[in-house]
């Protein structure tokens, strides 16, 4: 290496690591204040003290934290199954078949997928509300048998990468369109699908205005972002105990994003557009 | 699963040429109903719905009473509306471009270093799929004013007065825009795979016609990835039109007061209204007052604007409705 690029080197691995310990400095400071006393949280002092693992039981022993994490996770499970039902063969549909009305489609999905969610908001809470539903997390799973328009979108750009001979194959075979998805199709896809699911998933479960809207009213179905930003006593936020549920509430993320990073930085580059 | 059209008159039960081209017309459609039907329900239907519950007066109990453009001229002299338009313009202002700057930067950045890049990715990527109520709650421990880390460090670097963050009306938008920053791991790597995708040859090229760096990312690489920056850019717009869940966290967070669940209202722009933005306002006046009417004029002045910007998104990328 030239003398040049050695200080090239060193200078871009100096800001990178800098950059590296600024990402990470939020969640390790949380994750030492769960572990902190209440009267610590108070000081300046950023290391521990004394530790205090116990301050997870008594998160959970505070507030019903198992019952959000749970309604959480059958949300965002339920969610990302249903999506799962309805968008796979829409995109297949709207990539790889021809119909009357597909471009408008399109165009009305893309619409969907920018549209911020207050805009609908007032007239579909009195639709849920005449439907009785509101009060449980029912109006935000039960649409996700119609698909989701961004995860539509996500898997359409994926499909229409997958060429079209693999599909003219098993069309000369016989087979039929909903055959060719299932045994052509659906292999490919595998990774795309793999994305629009765990993009789902995170969507649910990181979800605050929708199990806002409406749950706040019944405390039994709330989630744990709705939770966790009403964790507190009477006059102070109990800092110790928040990081602790914080903390709980981004772990699945993590594990999550660490089982299946391929298929998921494959998903975040899809929903960009070819340079 | 196909539908039941096959099933002739004839002995040998080949269907008729006329029922095998309706049902290959009518299979596609077998894909998208579910799809159609939700587009009418969810988007269509509340759409026009709400244009219609803007001419009219009502509540959760009362029906609605067409009052003509009443809610429309009190657009005009609503404050509040002002001041929380404001809010989410500062917003779309210097979120969106911070963002875009940081992202790109950082994903320059990457692309410059061979060692441990993967590692770096994930590092800075790691943030972005953090809960936002999460992610909220550590940025405003992190920004205590009297003693969160990042004021014992100013202090102890000799800043006399450290800013109080999200309790100073001056400076709860620009912590939001920190905290919006901590999170630009998904753009940063949709400029990866964009800054991958520029053709070495014609960085090759540029050098060889004697281009410096500067030259050949201002005339190579820019040019290459402008289509991916302009997504970002209109994407990263209606995203800041429905900025919510921060602003609603950090300020009921920091404003110390017991709030949440639906009572968290009460909170929301501490302080002093600076973090009053767009959204929040319609969900007070939707939630809160029950002014059901306004709260849809809210909404179609929301949905237009947001429209504006998608409208520009579907003529730059003709290929997504293809």
């Known amino acids: ?275 | 699963m196909s539908l039941p059209l096959t099933g002739g008159a004839g002995p040998s039960r080949t269907p008729s040429p006329r029922l095998t081209r309706l049902r290959r017309r009518l299979t596609p459609y077998t894909f998208v109903a579910p799809t159609l039907v939700g587009l009418a329900l969810f988007l269509v239907y509340p759409l026009v719905s709400a244009v219609y519950f803007s001419f009219t007066r009502f509540n959760l109990i009362q029906a609605p009473e067409w009052v003509g453009l009443d809610n429309w001229r009190f657009l005009f002299e609503d404050d509040n509306v002002v001041r929380a338009a404001k809010n989410t313009l500062w917003l779309v202002l210097v979120m969106v471009p911070a963002r875009m700057l940081g992202a790109l930067l950082t994903a320059l950045l990457l692309n410059q270093v061979k060692r441990a890049r993967g590692v770096y990715r994930t590092l800075f990527y790691l943030p972005a799929l953090a809960p936002p109520v999460a992610a909220t709650l550590a940025f405003v421990l992190l920004l205590k004013p009297g003693t969160g880390p990042v004021n014992t460090a100013l202090s102890a670097l000799g800043v006399d007065d450290p800013p109080l963050w999200f309790n100073d009306p001056a400076w709860a938008k620009p912590s939001l825009v920190v905290l919006a920053m901590w999170g630009i791991g998904d753009l940063m790597m949709i400029f990866i795979a964009a800054l991958l995708d520029v053709p070495a040859e014609l960085h090759e090229a540029a050098s060889l016609d004697g281009a410096g760096s500067w030259q050949r990312f201002r005339y190579v690489t820019l040019p290459s990835i402008s289509p991916v920056l302009a997504f970002a850019a209109i994407t990263g717009i209606i995203g800041t039109l429905q900025y919510f869940t921060q602003a609603a966290v950090a300020a009921s967070v920091a404003s110390g007061q017991v709030t949440g669940g639906g009572g968290i209202s009460d909170t929301f722009g501490y302080p002093e209204g600076s973090t009053f933005t767009y959204p929040l306002w319609l969900y007070v006046v939707g939630f809160r007052y029950h002014v059901l009417g306004y709260a849809n004029v809210l909404a179609v002045v929301l949905f237009v604007v947001s429209m504006t910007a998608t409208v520009l998104l579907l003529r730059r990328f003709k290929e997504f409705t293809r």
Not at chain 1, 187 to 204: D, E, L, S, T, V
């Open chain 1, 1 to 275: 290496m030239t003398r040049r690029n050695v200080l090239l080197f060193v200078a871009r691995h100096a800001i990178a690591i800098a950059l590296s310990v600024m990402f990470l400095a939020p969640v390790v400071f949380l994750g030492l204040t769960s572990f902190m006393t209440s009267d610590q949280t108070l000081t300046s002092q950023p290391w521990p003290t004394s530790w205090h693992p116990e301050n997870y039981a008594e998160a959970f022993a505070k507030a019903p934290l198992l019952r959000y994490l749970l309604n959480t996770l059958l949300y965002a499970a339920l969610a990302t199954g249903f999506m799962l039902l309805a968008s796979v063969p829409a995109a297949y549909g709207l990539a790889k078949l021809r119909w009357r009305g597909r471009s408008v489609t399109m165009v009305a999905i893309v619409c969907m997928m920018m549209l911020p969610p207050q805009v609908t908001t007032v007239p579909l809470y009195l639709f849920w509300a005449d439907a009785g539903l509101t009060g449980s997390l029912w109006p935000l799973v039960l649409p996700m048998l119609a698909g989701d328009a961004f995860s539509i979108f996500l898997l359409r750009q994926f499909l229409v990468t997958i060429p079209d001979e693999y599909l003219d194959a098993a069309r000369v075979d016989g087979a039929g369109e909903w055959r060719t998805l299932r045994k052509v199709v659906l292999p490919m896809a595998r990774p795309g699908i793999a994305a629009a699911a765990m993009f789902q998933f995170f969507y649910a479960w990181n979800d605050y205005y929708g199990p806002l809207l409406y749950t706040s009213e019944n405390e039994a179905n709330w989630t744990v972002s709705l939770g966790l930003a009403s964790f507190r006593t009477m006059h102070h936020v109990e800092w110790h105990l928040v990081s602790a549920a914080t903390m709980l509430t981004m772990i699945p993320v993590v594990v999550l994003f660490f089982f299946a990073q391929k298929a998921f930085v494959q998903g975040v580059t899809l929903t960009g557009v070819k340079g």
